[in-house]
């Protein structure tokens, strides 16, 4: 009877043939959509116990063309808990290249919000970044850093001086491209693979019959991207907020057969997230009706926007624009006067638009005018005649108004809320936005630092 093979000779085999075969120019691979290199990390070197302080991650992308959104995404995570202590992202957007190599290379920076913990010494924190082209994660990196809290000790202060870090670096292309490893990217690998297919061939021909069954780990540290769940967000089901990064959010955009509510204080980026929703309407071909109080504002987007767009006020008689289309409807003190006068307004419109979104701009202060009860009854059935008639409606609350209580009491009748706040960062009111719902949709459930320059 023939002798197993010494576990040595196949080794030797192994190596043999994955030297010649590392000596033969191999055809290159195909690239992956994108890969992510993270230069530096930007935090302060030392930090209090519970204070609140801003971590930015700077990346570099380098892409091939691909007609999907690209979205840089930042997990922050306590290397101590393994919980998820911040998580944001940037949006880049569709990759276009005209002119070779095909390329573009992108500089990125992702700013996380985070609280310190409340006690002293070093904590120390894994980075996550995530590059998705669509729904598809297409390559990852990872950092992990350490951060002062509390009384700096003289080894610290040593140590923690510097407030950019260059700390290990992992980075992973999903597809399994690599950079600048050359040869050794080559002969390595196989080494080893040739070592442990020998071990493995050893092992199974003394166990006679045995039979080695893998099964795939699911990667749980992956973050399941936003996927579409029905018909409703096809293109046409789906408008854009003209802002990338809450479209990122969405899956897409904002459903259009939905009622949104946009829940924010007097605040600019509560406006100009408004103005940036009216310009993405208009521009993809829908007519925007404007349902305000406020003189100003009413003249400004007047003004801005002549065709397709209807100023409904009741100080319409205090507008004069040229070319504006601005209507008179009743004020607030009388609800069932105002759905009068919406209706006619409405008729007396004509447009050849292939859709129409009523933007809602006075519920504040219809509840300050007639309480909770009255205002549910009344929005109930204004909502409910406007989905009838295949409207998208938009409506905008300012909670810091009123109580708590009449809040409420409206809010539950929209499909989806979306909510801006404000949080003291370094010293500095910055604010956020979240998702608090959206009823029949995936979203991502993060909170997004505005940025005021990308909504100019």
């Given at each position: 009877m023939r002798k197993p093979s010494s576990p040595l000779r196949s080794i030797f085999i192994f190596i043999v043939v994955a030297t010649m075969a590392?000596?033969?120019?191999?055809?290159?691979?195909?690239?992956?959509?994108?890969?992510?290199?993270?230069?530096?990390?930007d935090y302060p070197s030392n930090i209090q116990p519970s204070q609140s302080f801003v971590l930015i991650t700077n990346l570099t992308l380098t892409c091939n063309p691909v007609n999907q959104n690209v979205l840089a995404r930042v997990d922050v995570t306590s290397v101590e808990t393994g919980k998820i202590v911040s998580t944001n992202g940037t949006a880049i957007g569709v990759v276009q290249v005209q002119t070779a190599p095909y390329v573009k290379i992108v500089n990125v920076t992702v700013s996380n919000a985070l609280q310190a913990p409340q006690t002293s010494g070093n904590w120390s924190l894994q980075l996550n970044v995530w590059v998705f082209a669509g729904t598809s994660v297409e390559a990852t990196a990872t950092k992990t850093i350490t951060i002062r809290v509390g009384p700096l000790t003289q080894t610290a202060s040593a140590t923690n001086s510097s407030a950019s870090i260059q700390s290990t670096n992992t980075t992973t292309s999903i597809s399994g491209s690599t950079f600048g490893l050359g040869s050794a990217g080559i002969v390595l690998p196989l080494l080893v693979i040739a070592i442990m297919a020998s071990v493995a061939i050893y092992l199974a021909r003394r166990k006679r019959g045995a039979r080695v069954e893998s099964e795939a780990v699911p990667r749980s540290a992956e973050p399941v991207p936003v996927e579409a769940t029905d018909a409703a967000v096809a293109s046409e089901g789906i408008l854009s907020t003209g802002y990338p990064d809450l479209d990122t959010l969405l899956g897409g955009g904002l459903p259009t057969d939905r009622a949104i509510l946009l829940v924010s204080g007097p605040w600019d980026e509560k406006e100009l997230l408004l103005d940036k929703i009216i310009e993405s309407g208009l521009t993809t071909g829908y007519s925007v009706y404007f349902?305000?109080?406020?003189?100003?504002?009413?003249?400004?987007?007047?003004?801005?926007?002549?065709?397709n767009f209807y100023v409904l006020t009741p100080l319409a008689d205090s507008i004069r624009i040229e070319g504006g289309n601005v209507i008179k409807m009743s004020d607030v003190q009388n609800l069932s006067d105002i759905n009068i006068s919406f209706s006619k307004a409405m008729?007396?419109?004509?447009?050849?638009?292939k859709g129409k979104i009523i933007i809602l701009d006075f519920l504040s202060d219809i509840l300050l005018e007639h309480g909770g009860l009255t205002t549910r009854k009344w929005l109930s059935d204004f909502i409910a005649r406007r989905k009838s008639e295949g409207l998208m409606f938009l409506a905008s609350l300012n909670p810091m108004i009123l109580q708590d209580q009449a809040s409420q009491q409206v809010i539950d009748l929209?499909?989806?809320?979306?909510?801006v706040f404000e949080k003291q960062i370094s010293g500095r009111a910055r604010r956020f936005l979240i998702i608090d719902k959206m009823y029949g949709r995936k979203y991502v459930e993060s909170e997004l630092m505005l940025d005021k320059a990308k909504l100019f």
């Amino acid at each position: 009877m023939r002798k197993p093979s010494s576990p040595l000779r196949s080794i030797f085999i192994f190596i043999v043939v994955a030297t010649m075969a590392a000596s033969v120019q191999l055809p290159t691979t195909s690239a992956s959509v994108c890969q992510v290199r993270v230069n530096g990390v930007d935090y302060p070197s030392n930090i209090q116990p519970s204070q609140s302080f801003v971590l930015i991650t700077n990346l570099t992308l380098t892409c091939n063309p691909v007609n999907q959104n690209v979205l840089a995404r930042v997990d922050v995570t306590s290397v101590e808990t393994g919980k998820i202590v911040s998580t944001n992202g940037t949006a880049i957007g569709v990759v276009q290249v005209q002119t070779a190599p095909y390329v573009k290379i992108v500089n990125v920076t992702v700013s996380n919000a985070l609280q310190a913990p409340q006690t002293s010494g070093n904590w120390s924190l894994q980075l996550n970044v995530w590059v998705f082209a669509g729904t598809s994660v297409e390559a990852t990196a990872t950092k992990t850093i350490t951060i002062r809290v509390g009384p700096l000790t003289q080894t610290a202060s040593a140590t923690n001086s510097s407030a950019s870090i260059q700390s290990t670096n992992t980075t992973t292309s999903i597809s399994g491209s690599t950079f600048g490893l050359g040869s050794a990217g080559i002969v390595l690998p196989l080494l080893v693979i040739a070592i442990m297919a020998s071990v493995a061939i050893y092992l199974a021909r003394r166990k006679r019959g045995a039979r080695v069954e893998s099964e795939a780990v699911p990667r749980s540290a992956e973050p399941v991207p936003v996927e579409a769940t029905d018909a409703a967000v096809a293109s046409e089901g789906i408008l854009s907020t003209g802002y990338p990064d809450l479209d990122t959010l969405l899956g897409g955009g904002l459903p259009t057969d939905r009622a949104i509510l946009l829940v924010s204080g007097p605040w600019d980026e509560k406006e100009l997230l408004l103005d940036k929703i009216i310009e993405s309407g208009l521009t993809t071909g829908y007519s925007v009706y404007f349902l305000s109080k406020e003189l100003g504002r009413s003249k400004d987007l007047g003004r801005k926007h002549a065709q397709n767009f209807y100023v409904l006020t009741p100080l319409a008689d205090s507008i004069r624009i040229e070319g504006g289309n601005v209507i008179k409807m009743s004020d607030v003190q009388n609800l069932s006067d105002i759905n009068i006068s919406f209706s006619k307004a409405m008729e007396s419109i004509s447009t050849n638009a292939k859709g129409k979104i009523i933007i809602l701009d006075f519920l504040s202060d219809i509840l300050l005018e007639h309480g909770g009860l009255t205002t549910r009854k009344w929005l109930s059935d204004f909502i409910a005649r406007r989905k009838s008639e295949g409207l998208m409606f938009l409506a905008s609350l300012n909670p810091m108004i009123l109580q708590d209580q009449a809040s409420q009491q409206v809010i539950d009748l929209f499909d989806g809320v979306i909510e801006v706040f404000e949080k003291q960062i370094s010293g500095r009111a910055r604010r956020f936005l979240i998702i608090d719902k959206m009823y029949g949709r995936k979203y991502v459930e993060s909170e997004l630092m505005l940025d005021k320059a990308k909504l100019f």
